[in-house]
């Protein structure tokens, strides 16, 4: 898997991923679009940001803060 840049915006599919696409689509987290939408409710999960009637994005850095900070629970350091 590529770096992530430090700015810009992801799809939800660039985030979880998209097995039934062709090619699929390998996600950052692995996790079900309902498990998402669910984490976001409740506030773990940065909330999206609109850009169009049709499009939903998340900041780069928002994502990239949430993969460090899942990671920093996974090996018990709350420090990152």
């Known amino acids: 898997m ?7 915006f992801l799809r939800l599919k660039q985030i979880i991923g998209d097995p039934k696409a062709n090619p699929p689509i390998y996600g950052l987290l692995p ?3 309902s498990s998402w939408w669910d984490g976001i409710k409740k ?15 998340w900041r780069v850095e928002d994502i990239a ?3 460090a900070r899942l990671g920093a629970q996974c090996t018990g350091n709350a420090d990152a």
């Open 65 to 67: 803060q949430l993969i």
């Open 31 to 33: 996790m079900s679009k």
């Open 43 to 57: 506030g773990i999960f940065p909330k999206p940001i609109k850009m169009g009637p049709n499009m939903t994005a």
């Open 2 to 8: 590529s770096k992530l840049p430090e700015t810009g």
